[in-house]
């Protein structure tokens, strides 16, 4: 990857690894896509849910626009420091004010990445509400993927644990039994289920009696419930066969992950961190999850003929009154409003070229001295 990098910098990015790298970049672009449209389907996402989701993304996309131009002149200016300094240090050569000046691009490059990170941090928010806990569970456990997992492809099971939904199996198995046959059957699953937990960490004789109990009482009230108070508790009663154990150091590790999730939760940066909150990764992802969700919402051709008319009033307007700065404005906006449509593109070429002939219409980032 290194050696990409610099190949880049010197313009020398037309090798077979580089047009590889490059090729794999738009697979894994298509790959994303795929597994979003799988974990929607997955999700049974309403209508009111996706078009939530995209406006949230619509607007982050908007604001991306905003500091393009600011961040693609820093950018610019990150590229020729870093190309002077990689020349310099190939010869051996640490040249003091140049490396102040590197240092100096470096910071600014940073302060963009957390200019944005802010962003997404307030978004992330308003994203949590739109889903119910239920598919923030399948979520927290979905893994990407080009085909979709069994699981995800039954309604009946999103949403719910795999070891909720085998728990909840055996309950309606132990009320289905004969009278006579209850009390052998329970005794039987509480054994399975302290052994379950022995092995995973040794337990003394007395937890294990204190945790054979607790189990057996368990299980004797769900086969007494009657059918409609099972049904309401049902998923409860699951949770709290798993959650309840009376052994310590089961015990233990569980407060100890409790904490830490809670240490994650107050520090934001590492709450709404994409590699972290895998809502975030997923549905807060411009450039991926406006284009899916227009196929799923049925609106793509819509866009496209919208932002195409949006473009030529635009143009239009530009050639008649020929103010560049408006036009400019102008084009930004139908970047903004209508991103990833080939309009969205002419736009911000057409901004690009306003750019080239009149610098000071950019009073976005920059690095100063």
């Given at each position: 990857?290194a050696?990409?990098?610099?190949?880049?910098?010197?313009?020398?990015?037309?090798?077979?690894s580089?047009?590889?790298?490059?090729?794999?970049?738009?697979?894994s672009?298509?790959?994303?896509?795929?597994?979003?449209v799988?974990?929607?389907?997955g999700?049974?996402?309403?209508?009111?849910?996706?078009r939530k989701?995209?406006?949230?993304?619509?607007?982050?996309?908007?604001e991306?626009?905003k500091?393009y131009f600011?961040?693609?002149?820093?950018?610019?200016?990150v590229e020729?420091?870093w190309?002077r300094?990689?020349?310099?240090?190939?010869?051996?050569?640490?040249p003091?004010?140049?490396?102040?000046e590197?240092?100096?691009?470096?910071?600014?490059?940073q302060r963009?990445?957390?200019?944005?990170?802010?962003?997404v941090?307030k978004?992330?928010?308003?994203?949590?509400?739109?889903?119910?806990?239920?598919?923030?569970?399948?979520?927290r456990t979905?893994d990407?993927?080009?085909v979709?997992?069994?699981?995800m492809?039954n309604p009946?099971?999103?949403?719910?644990s795999?070891?909720?939904d085998?728990i909840i199996?055996?309950?309606?198995?132990?009320?289905?039994?004969?009278?006579?046959?209850r009390?052998?059957a329970i005794?039987?699953?509480?054994e399975?289920?302290?052994?379950?937990?022995d092995?995973?960490?040794k337990?003394?004789?007395?937890?294990?009696?204190?945790?054979?109990?607790?189990?057996?009482k368990l299980l004797?009230?769900?086969?007494?419930?009657?059918?409609?108070?099972?049904?309401?508790?049902?998923?409860?009663l699951?949770?709290?066969?798993?959650?309840e154990?009376?052994?310590e150091?089961?015990?233990?590790?569980a407060?100890?992950?409790?904490?830490?999730?809670?240490?994650?939760a107050?520090t934001?940066?590492?709450?709404?961190?994409?590699?972290?909150?895998?809502l975030?990764?997923?549905f807060?992802?411009?450039?991926v999850?406006?284009?899916?969700?227009?196929d799923k919402?049925?609106?793509?051709?819509q866009?496209?003929?919208e932002a195409?008319?949006?473009?030529?009033?635009?143009?239009?307007?530009?050639?008649?009154?020929g103010?560049?700065?408006?036009?400019?404005?102008a084009?930004?906006?139908?970047?903004?409003?209508?991103?990833?449509?080939?309009?969205?593109k002419?736009a911000?070429?057409?901004a690009?070229d306003i750019?080239?002939k009149?610098?000071?219409?950019?009073?976005?980032?920059?690095?100063?001295?």
């Amino acid at each position: 990857m290194a050696v990409f990098v610099v190949g880049v910098v010197l313009g020398q990015d037309n090798g077979a690894s580089a047009r590889m790298q490059r090729k794999e970049a738009e697979l894994s672009r298509l790959h994303q896509k795929l597994s979003l449209v799988n974990l929607i389907n997955g999700l049974h996402m309403t209508k009111q849910q996706m078009r939530k989701v995209y406006d949230l993304n619509l607007r982050l996309e908007g604001e991306t626009v905003k500091q393009y131009f600011g961040v693609l002149r820093l950018q610019e200016q990150v590229e020729r420091t870093w190309q002077r300094w990689y020349e310099e240090i190939v010869k051996g050569n640490l040249p003091k004010d140049l490396m102040r000046e590197v240092e100096r691009v470096d910071q600014a490059h940073q302060r963009c990445g957390y200019m944005m990170r802010s962003v997404v941090r307030k978004l992330a928010k308003e994203l949590e509400a739109v889903f119910t806990d239920a598919q923030k569970e399948v979520i927290r456990t979905f893994d990407p993927c080009t085909v979709p997992p069994k699981d995800m492809r039954n309604p009946v099971r999103a949403g719910q644990s795999p070891s909720h939904d085998k728990i909840i199996k055996a309950f309606r198995w132990l009320r289905g039994l004969p009278p006579f046959r209850r009390a052998a059957a329970i005794n039987w699953a509480a054994e399975k289920v302290v052994n379950a937990e022995d092995r995973l960490d040794k337990l003394t004789d007395e937890e294990k009696e204190k945790e054979r109990q607790r189990v057996k009482k368990l299980l004797w009230k769900v086969v007494r419930m009657k059918d409609v108070d099972f049904e309401l508790e049902k998923e409860k009663l699951a949770k709290q066969l798993v959650e309840e154990g009376t052994h310590e150091g089961l015990k233990k590790k569980a407060k100890e992950l409790e904490k830490l999730s809670q240490e994650l939760a107050r520090t934001l940066e590492a709450r709404y961190d994409p590699r972290v909150n895998r809502l975030v990764r997923f549905f807060l992802n411009p450039s991926v999850v406006i284009p899916v969700l227009r196929d799923k919402l049925g609106i793509t051709e819509q866009v496209e003929k919208e932002a195409e008319e949006a473009f030529r009033k635009v143009k239009e307007r530009l050639e008649r009154e020929g103010n560049l700065r408006e036009a400019f404005d102008a084009f930004c906006d139908v970047a903004a409003k209508y991103p990833f449509t080939k309009a969205a593109k002419k736009a911000l070429d057409s901004a690009e070229d306003i750019v080239k002939k009149m610098p000071d219409v950019v009073s976005g980032a920059s690095v100063r001295k």
